[in-house]
Every structure is written in structure tokens, then in C-alpha cells.
């Protein structure tokens, strides 16, 4: 019989061409491939979005969200034009305008301040990855107003392994995927660094590695770990110090590794008496001391052939200084640190916590293992093989967004350290440009002159008092009130205090607040309505308190609402972008490299990118950097910046194909096809790490040479990791009177208890200030992998995973509740109340409640119906959050924040939780927005090709 089944193409052609660019639905990086297609009217248009297998971040792998970018460029929520507010600030009411007519009015309001006050603009960006861009602009304008949204965020996370380490997780840092047997990650959201976590899992998996979850909720990949340990929330630091415990007292601990690579051996100022009482012994060339075992003699830490002594002390005019180990060893080994001592505020058993202990030391040192890769270490000595230490760890926003979330993360990163293995074979790998001391990092600056530049970066790293970015009357230099007694290491700013310190007129007031990229009046915010009632407030005039609001976006969300003045921002497939090693690129633990996003389609809107934007707006105002000798405008758009701009001669956004020839790497003149090399190349640009440099980068001669070469540093810089980091003590010296610059009375004991330089836990400060016994829950969010914040709501496919999102309870409060299927709960803090929709999930802490992030939205916004199920259905618990605590027996009320870091604290609510009878909707409801882009179709369809 003949052969009559049908003959299918299993590989049609779907597109005519593919464009390689960065993907941009998350804020992972992936290379996509972006097929595309001769529409009727001879446009090419997306057809299809694909991972782009050369790509060193992804490998072709992609994602629900990244795939669904195809919806991004149809969304009907996009902006079309620029838009002037012409209803009453909040109401949605708008026109659109022309480029220049907006660009002339942003002018007419900037120009004036830059003049007299430059600081009366707080300038503000969200999510973006042009932060070395946007903070070069903003040093041009003069105002020390300046940050992203890192405060918000995870700083925790990263001013910790910095301070303590010189780099963290994700961006700075990864495991070792191919050779690691034991992975345990800390509270992860399931969108950061998605499909690399994605990739490395599956690696783990497939080699029988063993993942240990440690998160009050099993989702994502704690539902894949081997083990999840379902932590009580804020309690990690407690936790880990006890691994800290079991580790020291079995003797558990790399002491070849402690005495080589970090300040264990280094003396510690042993004199009461002394105004350095605590601080580390320096010789006359400021060096460390550590006692060399060989002679017995305190010694410089890095001279040639010294052998750092743990055991060893110094007595010296009867007073008897020890090193960093001995303190660690003292405080570590007490009571208040053994499992049983913390098994129940964690709500992990004594036995569990010995035996996790127990598993990180077996693989650390029982399976340990050795490369035959010899190196020299930055004393000299040459080292035949480099040790595998096969455990590694991964963490983010989860231990991080806790009022104690500096020390937890410090204290992680004290763990990884005493084991051993960071920057080692099987353990946790820097990315380039990390490792870098925090000494390499510029400290922040705050000096204002009318009509000049700010005095240098705004962001930094503090070493002590006199780093603080305050007046000379002591008050706070910035409006976010970083960098001041109140957060002293805020390294990333304040982005959540902007807009009450702005509307407050504390410290000062400004004119204008100028924002991209961040849902301020909504799930970016603490208090979300008492910031709509601080945008929309006005004076005894009639004036709003804060009188100009410029916003950038580039869909049409709740934070428009609130702008007088809104830039429309383009999609990431219609704009240049470079994901830079200035600012936070794409490099890998054996590689650098960077990236570029650049126009695969032309926009169809009137619209802009941001960066471009603000190219033209720093020509209109005369800022420096930013218009040619004749005064005119030195960059046509950001494209142009990218390539033409260099940060010090030789070194430009972009490391790759530099040079008059494009051969040149790191270091080179400007190359005008840059961009060309670049999309040649698929979007990406990567230079591996020589063999033999690869691992123990800090210390690692040759890998400190190739730094230099790659231009990320100037010249070799080794360190040591600080297990004690030194400027915290300098701060508790002036809290305990010592030195001119002093910190105000009612934040002395603070500033002594919290800033320890050897990690601690102390309870979450919400704990202290509101009734347990009345709020006795926990309530969190986590971010699924399918939506990155707000970023999928107006995306067709997305909102088909997540339309909705039910408050989820644990097994015990939903029996002792009575709840069923389909009810409502009433959810209060000592805040505000929600009224929302509950599920049974019984993988959770049973004392935590939890949501995913920002998938309610405002009626009116996104373009979505009113009766969509996220504006009915969905919720916040924003909310519930505020950004200040409780009021304390003196009446002040202290920032919802790290007090070290100022680090918003989203993680530490606590609630109760009621029946409620089903409202009509998810409470509080706000009534609708007016929409400057209508309302999207009914069914999203449209046709790509002829
Ligand atoms: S993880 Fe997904 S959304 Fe994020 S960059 Fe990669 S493909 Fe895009």
C-alpha cells in the first residue's frame, strides 16, 4: 500500500530575518533571538522571540515572561506621546504634546533650580539597567539627589558581601555550577537571575547535587529543593549563626583558608581606654598586623612569606590585643548561639540545625576535592593546586528585606567564608568586575554649587563618621536622608523615604521630582495611599507640596496618574541599551561580558528612549559632559553616548571590540562601529579569564594582572575578606563618644547595638513595635517567575498565569479560621486593612501568610478593563506597609528600614487575619483613573506578515 500520510514541516521558516539583541521582560539579561517579518505595509514586525543558544547568560534558554515579549510591543497599554497633565494631579486627566514642547516645559522648571539649588531636584530611577548613565546625569545637574532602586531592593544583600567580601549573589557572583554538591539558597524570588538559577539547578539535578531550600514558603525552586526548610521569617540570621556555632565548635572550619584570605588573624585594639579601642592594629604604612607563626612577630598581613597566626596575640603595655578569629570563636561558641538556643523563634528543630551543619561540613571538607591549576597568591606564594570546596550558596531579596537584613546577609556571608569556599573550585565564584575591595569603591558625595556639577557620585561606601553625606550643621545633605546617622552604610540610598521626606519638607523641600521606571503611587511603595495623598497635597496656596513631578514610563501605569509631565519611554526591542561593566553586566565567573539592546523594531508611537531623552533635556540645560565647547548637544542619543563616551580615557560603557580596528578588549579608543561589532556578534561581547586565574580572584596574582588589563582596575588590588568589618566599629566609636563628628542622642544606642562589626541578630524592629500577641502572622510576598513586578500586567499572555492573586494560608491558620474554599479574609496591621480572597497551601511556615507581588492593579491603568480580574480581585499588601514604625514611647517614629543600610523592611509585617463576608471587590478599592491610552481590545489579536 502506498504511503499516504501527509508530508508536515516540522521546521517552517517563521521569519525572514532574526535580530539579536537582550532581553528585557526581567532584569536577568537573556540574549534573544527576535525573528522577524515583512508586514503588508513593508515593515518588518516580531514574529517570534527565541533564546539565543551562543549566549553566555541563557544558552537558549528562555522563559514564559521572555518569550511573551512579542505582547510587550502589541501592548495596548503603551504610551503614544508625551503627555501634559490637564485634570487635577491624580485624576488620569491628560494631552498629548509635542517632544519639544515637553522637553521645553521640563527645561523651564529644571534650568531655574540648577541655578539656584540644584538640590531641589530628587531625580530617581526604577528597574533600569542605565544607572552609570542616569547618575552621570544627574552628577551633571548638581542635585545630590540622586539614586535607583536599590534601597527598596535588595541592598542588604549587596552592601554586605561588599563590605564583607567585595561582591554578593546574582550580578556580582554565582556558584560553581559544574562542580558544586551541595546548594542552599536563602528566601530567592523565582524572577532574579531566573533561567542562569533555572540552568544551574538543572545541572545540580542531573548530577544528583543536593539543593537545601531555606524559605518560609516552598514555591519555585524551594519546591525542587531536596530539602526545604521553612524558616520563620526574619529569624535567618539566628539560623545561620547556629550553623556558625555547630561549625566553629567541631572544629569544622577552613583555618588555612581563614588565616590566609581574610582579617581572622588581623589584631584587634584590645584598650578600653583607647579612642581605637576595637579597631584593627596597622603598622606606620597603615598595613594590617596580623603575628607571623614563623617569627612570632606582628607582621604586615600581606608581607612575603607570612604565615597569619589564628591562636596568636600581642601584649603590649599590659594590654593584650587578639586577633579577629579569637573574638569571633568567643561571641560564636557562647549558648545564645547552640541550636537549642534559637531552635524555636526559627521554628526549626535543635536536631535539623545540627544536622545541616553537619552536611555543609561533610561536603565542604569530607568531598573536598583538588584541581591541578597552579597560581601565585598576591604574597608570592606559588600553590601547585587549587582546593574544591563543593558547597555553595545563593540568596536575595528574601533575608534581605528585614529591618536585621544587613547582618543576616553579613552573617551568610561569614558562613560561606569559615567554610571556605567562596572563590574556590565547588563554591561561590565572583563575576567580574567583582571581587573589589570596598576600599575600590567610590565614597558618596554631596557637594552642591549653583549652576555646577555635584563634586562626584552620589552612591558609595562609607568607612566611617567622616564619610557621612551630611551639612555642616549636621543635618541630612540628601532627601532621601542617606549616608546619615540614621543609615549610615546606605550605599544605594532611600528610594522609599523620596516622596514622604519630599512631602514633609524633611530635611528640606524640593521643586521637582523627576522618576523612570518606578510605580511610586503603587506597588513600589510602602503606604500606597498615603503616597497618593502626598503626590496630590496641597499648600495653604493651593500649591501642590510638591510642585513638579516629571515621569517616564513606557506603559501607561498607576504612577503616571501622579506626573504633571510624562517622557513616553520605548519598549525594549525599540531602544538602545548597554548592559554595561560600569553598571551591571551580564559576565560570568570565568568570563566578562556585556551586552546591548538595540532598535529591532522602529517605534510607532511618538515616543522616546528614556536615555535618549535625557541626552537632549542635559544639551537644553548647558550640563557639563553633555554639550559640545559651542554649547551644543554632545549626544545625539544614547546609542551615541554608548560608544563615544569614555569614563577615563580608554574605557567606555562597552568592554568589547574597542579600538580604531575593533581588536581591542577592556582598554581602546572609541570605535564608531561599535554597535555594528556588537550585533554581529548576537548583542554580546566575552572575554574568558585565563586558566590559572580563574579561581581565588581576590588573591590570585594572575587574575589581578588580567583585572588590570580588562581596565577594571587601575592597578592590583588584593584584600582580604573582612569577617569583621571594621568601619561598623568606627560608627559604634562615635556612638560611644569618641571623635568630632557625633551622632544624635536618641540614635546612640541604637547605632552601638545594631552596628556590630562581627555579624549578630537582633529581632526585626516591627517585632519591638507593634503587639505580637495582637499581630501575631506573619505576611509576605514573593514574585512568581512568569511576572516581574507590574512589567507583565499589560501583557496578554502573562495576565493568563497571573490575573489574580489569593492571600494563601497555612494549614493551621485556615483550621483554626475556618476558612473554606472561595472565602475572604480581613487582614489588618497595625497599619491599614485589606479585605481580599484566600487559598489553602500547606507548604508554608504556619504562622506566615503570603501573595504574590504587584499583580492587583488601579482601575483605569494598564489599559485593562475595569472589571479585570487583577483590578477586582487582585491586591497589594502595600497597603498594610508602612514606611514608618509605630511611634516609640518619645513619640519618633523610625523609617520601616535597616537601620544600618536603610534597606526597606517589606518582610517584617505582621498582621492578624479574620473571615470577612466576600465584599464586592478586593478592599480598599480607589476609585478608576482616567487612561491616557483607552482601554485594550476585548481579544488581543493581530497578524505578522503579509
Ligand atoms: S529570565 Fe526570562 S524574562 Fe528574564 S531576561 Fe531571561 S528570558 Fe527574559
Redesign the pocket.
Known amino acids: 500500500m502506498a504511503n499516504s500520510q501527509p508530508s508536515v514541516d516540522l521546521s517552517p521558516q517563521v521569519s525572514d530575518e532574526i535580530r539579536q539583541t537582550?532581553?528585557?521582560?526581567?532584569?536577568?539579561?537573556?540574549g534573544?533571538n527576535v525573528h522577524m517579518k515583512e508586514g503588508p505595509d513593508g515593515k518588518k514586525q516580531v514574529a517570534y522571540i527565541e533564546?539565543n543558544r551562543d549566549h553566555p547568560?541563557?544558552k537558549g534558554?528562555?522563559?514564559?515572561?521572555?518569550?511573551?515579549?512579542i505582547m510587550q510591543i502589541n501592548a495596548p497599554s503603551r504610551l503614544r506621546a508625551p503627555l501634559k497633565r490637564i485634570g487635577p494631579r491624580g485624576s488620569g486627566a491628560f494631552e498629548e504634546i509635542s517632544w519639544d514642547e515637553a522637553l521645553e516645559l521640563a527645561t523651564s522648571w529644571l534650568k531655574p533650580i540648577r541655578e539656584e539649588a540644584p538640590e531641589k531636584l530628587a531625580f530617581f530611577t526604577g528597574r533600569d539597567q542605565s544607572q552609570s548613565f542616569t547618575s552621570f546625569w544627574a552628577q551633571g545637574f548638581g542635585t545630590p539627589n540622586y539614586a535607583a532602586h536599590g534601597g527598596f531592593c535588595s541592598v542588604n544583600m549587596a552592601a554586605a558581601g561588599i563590605y564583607t567580601m567585595g561582591g554578593a549573589f546574582w550580578e556580582f557572583g554565582q556558584p560553581d555550577w559544574d562542580r558544586t554538591k551541595l546548594f542552599m539558597i536563602f528566601g530567592v524570588a523565582e524572577?532574579h537571575?531566573?533561567?542562569?538559577i533555572?540552568i544551574g539547578l538543572g545541572k545540580l539535578k542531573a548530577r544528583g547535587a543536593k539543593v537545601i531550600g531555606v524559605n518560609p514558603i516552598r514555591s519555585g525552586y524551594n519546591a525542587i529543593a531536596d530539602e526545604w526548610v521553612g524558616i520563620t521569617p526574619g529569624t535567618d540570621g539566628l539560623f545561620i549563626l547556629a550553623l556558625v556555632h555547630c561549625l566553629i565548635k567541631a572544629g569544622r572550619i577552613d583555618l588555612d583558608y581563614l588565616s590566609r584570605f581574610t582579617n581572622a588573624p588581623v589584631l584587634i585594639n584590645g584598650d578600653p581606654k583607647s579612642p581605637e579601642f576595637g579597631l584593627l592594629l596597622r603598622d606606620e604604612d597603615g598595613k594590617m598586623l596580623v603575628i607571623d607563626r614563623v617569627s612570632g612577630k606582628p607582621t604586615a598581613f600581606d608581607a612575603a612569606g607570612v604565615k597569619p597566626d589564628l591562636a596568636g596575640s600581642l601584649r603590649k603595655a599590659g594590654i593584650t590585643h587578639r586577633p579577629v578569629f579569637q573574638h569571633m570563636a568567643e561571641r560564636y561558641l557562647s549558648d545564645d548561639c547552640a541550636p537549642e538556643a534559637v531552635a524555636e523563634r526559627v521554628g526549626i528543630s535543635a536536631g535539623r540545625i545540627r544536622h545541616i551543619a553537619g552536611e555543609l561540613a561533610r561536603v565542604a571538607f569530607d568531598e573536598a576535592f583538588e584541581i591541578d591549576r597552579p597560581w601565585t597568591d598576591f604574597r608570592g606564594e606559588r600553590h601547585e593546586k587549587m582546593v574544591g570546596r563543593p558547597v555553595s550558596f545563593h540568596s536575595m531579596r528574601g533575608i534581605s528585606a528585614h529591618s536585621n537584613g544587613f547582618q543576616t546577609c553579613r552573617a551568610l556571608h561569614v558562613l560561606q567564608i569559615i567554610l571556605g569556599s567562596v572563590e574556590v573550585p565547588g563554591g561561590f565564584r565572583f563575576k567580574p568586575p567583582y571581587p573589589k575591595p570596598p576600599e575600590a569603591h567610590p565614597k558618596p558625595h554631596s557637594k552642591v554649587t549653583p549652576g555646577g556639577p555635584l563634586d562626584g557620585p552620589h552612591l558609595g561606601f562609607v568607612h566611617g563618621p567622616d564619610d557621612l553625606v551630611l551639612k555642616p550643621d549636621g543635618s541630612p545633605a540628601r532627601i532621601d536622608k542617606a549616608f546619615t546617622w540614621e543609615n549610615p552604610m546606605s550605599s544605594h540610598g532611600l528610594m522609599h523615604m523620596v516622596i514622604s521626606n519630599a512631602h514633609a519638607g524633611d530635611p528640606y523641600k524640593i521643586d521637582t521630582l523627576f522618576m523612570y521606571m518606578a510605580n511610586m503611587s503603587w506597588n513600589s511603595s510602602m503606604n500606597t495611599g498615603g503616597v497618593m495623598d502626598m503626590l496630590t497635597d496641597t499648600d495653604e496656596n493651593g500649591d501642590y507640596v510638591i510642585p513638579h513631578i516629571i515621569y517616564s514610563d513606557a506603559y501607561s501605569s498607576e504612577m503616571v496618574a501622579y506626573a504633571d509631565l510624562v517622557f513616553p519611554d520605548t519598549t525594549y526591542l525599540e531602544r538602545h541599551d548597554c548592559i554595561s561593566l560600569l553598571d551591571r553586566p551580564i559576565c560570568e565567573a570565568d568570563a566578562a561580558a556585556d551586552a546591548i539592546r538595540w532598535p529591532v523594531v522602529e517605534p510607532d508611537r511618538d515616543v522616546r528612549g528614556f536615555q535618549s531623552v535625557l541626552c537632549d533635556l542635559g544639551a537644553r540645560l548647558g550640563l557639563p559632559n553633555f554639550v559640545n565647547e559651542d554649547g551644543s548637544q554632545k549626544w545625539a542619543g544614547y546609542g551615541d553616548y554608548i560608544v563615544n563616551h569614555e569614563r577615563k580615557p580608554g574605557i567606555g560603557p562597552l568592554a568589547g571590540f574597542r579600538g580604531p580596528e575593533g581588536d581591542k578588549v577592556g582598554r581602546g579608543e572609541v570605535n564608531p562601529d561599535q554597535l555594528d561589532r556588537y550585533i554581529e556578534n548576537g548583542g554580546f561581547f566575552v572575554e574568558h579569564i585565563p586558566e590559572g586565574a580563574d579561581f581565588y580572584k581576590p588573591w590570585n596574582k594572575a587574575y589581578q594582572d588580567w583585572a588590570v588589563k580588562m581596565g577594571i582596575y587601575d592597578s592590583p588590588q588584593p584584600y582580604l575578606f573582612n569577617l569583621y568589618v571594621e568601619p561598623m566599629r568606627r560608627f559604634q566609636l562615635a556612638a560611644e563618644g569618641h571623635g568630632d563628628r557625633q551622632p544624635p542622642e536618641h540614635l546612640r544606642d541604637r547605632i552601638q547595638a545594631t552596628m556590630d562589626p562581627l555579624p549578630i541578630w537582633y529581632p526585626p524592629l516591627e517585632d519591638e513595635a507593634v503587639d505580637l500577641e495582637e499581630y501575631p502572622i506573619h505576611a509576605l510576598t514573593q514574585r512568581p517567575m512568569a511576572m516581574?513586578h507590574s512589567w507583565g500586567t499589560q501583557n496578554a499572555w502573562l495576565r493568563q498565569l497571573h490575573g489574580r492573586n489569593p492571600l494563601y494560608l497555612p494549614t493551621k491558620i485556615w483550621r483554626e479560621k475556618g476558612f473554606a474554599e472561595g472565602d475572604w479574609a480581613q487582614v489588618t496591621s497595625t497599619h491599614g486593612q485589606i479585605t481580599v480572597p484566600v487559598a489553602l497551601m500547606a507548604a508554608l511556615n504556619e504562622n506566615t501568610v503570603w501573595t504574590w507581588n504587584a499583580i492587583g492593579k488601579r482601575k483605569g491603568t494598564w489599559a485593562l478593563d475595569e472589571e479585570a480580574p487583577e483590578a477586582t480581585e487582585g491586591f497589594l499588601l502595600n497597603h498594610l506597609i508602612h514606611e514608618l514604625l509605630p511611634a516609640r514611647g518619645d513619640g519618633m517614629r523610625w523609617a520601616n528600614s535597616d537601620p544600618i543600610t536603610g534597606q526597606a523592611a517589606w518582610f517584617d509585617l505582621r498582621v492578624k487575619i479574620e473571615k470577612a463576608a466576600a465584599p464586592a471587590e478586593a478592599q480598599p478599592a480607589f476609585p478608576p483613573l482616567k487612561s491616557p491610552v483607552g482601554r485594550g481590545p476585548e481579544n488581543l489579536a493581530w497578524k505578522v506578515g503579509k
Do not use: E, H, Q
Open positions: 537582550t532581553c528585557y521582560m526581567c532584569a536577568c539579561r537573556c534573544i533564546g547568560v541563557n534558554v528562555l522563559c514564559a515572561k521572555g518569550s511573551a515579549g524572577d537571575d531566573s533561567n542562569p533555572k516581574y
